[in-house]
């Protein structure tokens, strides 16, 4: 194994926003009269914007929506997300994440970000944690969101770095698939544990240092 390189998941790995975006997408629902709950809500982790809202739209029983219309309700989903994430300053990462980061870029390691959400840049910003990460891939440089793996190819091409060489750090087992996709080693946490597909488990965020030695 020769690692050089660790791309992260944004949500629910570094920063928890999971409570904002079912509000969001909860608010949207109940305005067009859609059922909504937070079974759906999960089907919902690291997918993008309009493949999520065509999950949700999966409850809808009105008329055909056009394709500007769907838009629209993605667009106003995403305006009550933005609100709501103003709310988040840098008490909503924690010591261990921060400290973490922190060893791992000072061990040698290069780090990236690789998220399907097109706010990460913002999020980061209001954590103050943008400066943390050598490159940033996210949605608003990628066509297809996970589980392919273009989030993690584009996070190791900004890094300069070879697929093989990446560890990607995920919470959704999309991610997770998406990671094993590209070529790249895994490590899962939260809901990702449970599908079993990840060369390492982590307890902690911090277990991170036991493999990036």
């Known amino acids: 194994m020769n690692l050089k390189a660790v791309i992260f998941d944004l949500d629910g ?15 949207m629902a109940d305005e067009m009269g859609i059922y909504f709950d937070e079974v759906i809500n999960n089907r919902l ?3 993008s914007r309009m493949d999520s809202l065509e999950i949700v739209l999966e409850q809808y029983e009105g008329e055909p929506l056009s394709q500007e219309k ?20 840098p008490a909503d ?16 390691y290069k780090i990236s970000l690789g998220s399907s959400s097109k706010n990460a840049k913002f999020i980061l910003e209001r954590v103050n944690l943008l400066s ?20 993690f190819l584009k996070g190791a091409e900004f890094l300069g770095e070879k697929p093989e060489n990446c560890l990607v750090v995920e919470d959704a087992e999309a991610g997770i698939e ?12 939260g809901d990702a544990v449970k599908c079993q597909k990840a060369d390492y488990t982590l307890t902690t965020f911090a277990d991170l240092l036991k493999i990036l030695i």
């Open 45 to 47: 982790r690291g997918v």
């Open 70 to 89: 769907k838009q629209q309700l993605a667009d106003r989903k995403n305006e009550t997300y933005r609100e709501l994430l103003k709310t988040m300053t």
């Open 132 to 151: 943390a990460f050598d490159a940033i891939s996210d949605g608003t440089n990628i066509t297809k969101s996970k589980p392919e793996p273009e989030v």
């Open 13 to 27: 790995v570094i920063v928890f926003t999971d409570k904002f975006h079912y509000q969001a997408w909860k608010k």
């Open 178 to 189: 998406a990671g094993i996709s590209g070529g790249m080693k895994t490590a899962a946490m």
């Open 93 to 108: 990462v924690s010591k261990e994440v921060r400290d973490t980061l922190r060893e791992i870029r000072g061990r040698g």
